[in-house]
């Protein structure tokens, strides 16, 4: 028994180095305010919609509020999105829009590839309509990481916080995940971005298609895409809160499974190393907060040990990310 719990406290510091080690070192550093290299008219914000009239309603004049190219593709929705593009396009000379008539496929993968093909800067920053960046210096934040080898720039998008326990196990897992694919990116394995904030090279696909053979899964616009074009040297991260972009969150427990098992389906394509490393870690994460719990129903001494520093790993590693 105090072979596996020394086991488990090495398997536990080594996952709490690995996910927040590298976060707080870039979290902490103090460097000085720099001013994009790339300009503002280099970069086009895409948004994929399908029967969004709602959020494109009250959602894109925010969004056209922050001086930077849009670009709106409709995904052959059949409500009044489109005519209130319409609308809204002759209203603003930095919005253009676009309408995809045939959809093959579940999810935005064709919307998403269309957009790019018809977008000329050389940077695309991706968001979905029902998303609001935190601060109006969104784009220039997305844009200061931006470095020669930069072709993605992965940024972080929570929920907004609601009232409930669904919405505090959306904060909590969107937190763990957010976590997970930003420090996997700082040690050089980028394997998912989310596509509410990230930033992307247009010239990534002008050779390549990363969803050729996965075009019929219903997700994985984003996490599939950085799985294939992410690399040690091309990828980066920004931490700033002024780049955050908050997203409406599910409201029942249903739409919730739905979702998740929709974003699952694409991490069967992830690289096997990824899976390895991912299930590794989850596993762990499992049982650093199971193991403590046992200890109240098995009378070993070891138990209060683990406890204590599965408590004070828990303190530092808030402490020092927040």
Not at 149 to 170: A, M, R
Not at 268 to 293: R, T, W
């Amino acid at each position: 028994m105090l072979l596996f719990y020394a086991l488990m406290f090495l398997l536990l510091a080594g996952q709490y180095f690995f996910f927040y080690y590298q976060l707080i070192i870039i979290n902490r550093k103090k460097t000085a305010q720099t001013r994009p290299h790339i300009d503002i008219n280099d970069v086009t914000i895409l948004i994929c919609v399908r029967n969004e009239y709602t959020n494109v309603q009250s959602n894109l004049p925010k969004l056209l509020n922050l001086s930077a190219n849009i670009t709106v593709i409709d995904d052959n929705s059949d409500d009044d999105t489109f005519p209130l593009l319409q609308q809204l396009v002759n209203e603003n000379s930095n919005l253009k829009i676009w309408r995809k008539e045939f959809k093959r496929y579940t999810g935005k993968k064709e919307a998403f590839l269309f957009g790019i093909s018809k977008i000329t800067t050389p940077f695309i920053l991706c968001t979905d309509i029902d998303c609001l960046p935190k601060d109006n210096s969104w784009v220039n934040e997305m844009l200061k990481e931006v470095k020669p080898s930069t072709e993605i720039v992965l940024g972080y998008s929570p929920y907004i916080q609601k009232p409930g326990l669904l919405n505090k196990f959306i904060q909590y897992e969107t937190l763990i995940t957010g976590v997970q694919y930003m420090s996997f990116a700082l040690a050089g394995m980028p394997y998912m971005g989310v596509g509410r904030n990230m930033l992307i090279k247009r010239s990534l696909f002008e050779h390549i298609n990363p969803y050729e053979n996965n075009m019929d899964i219903p997700s994985g616009d984003d996490d599939i895409l950085v799985n294939k074009f992410g690399t040690a040297s091309n990828t980066r991260v920004t931490l700033d809160p002024k780049s955050f972009v908050y997203s409406e969150p599910k409201s029942t427990w249903t739409s919730y499974f739905r979702q998740k098992r929709r974003h699952l389906s694409s991490s069967f394509v992830y690289k096997k190393s990824h899976i390895f490393l991912l299930s590794l870690f989850s596993s762990l994460l499992v049982l650093s907060n199971l193991l403590p719990l046992v200890g109240f129903f098995i009378s070993f001494q070891g138990n209060d040990y683990f406890f204590d520093i599965k408590m004070g790993l828990d303190v530092w590693s808030y402490g020092t990310y927040r």
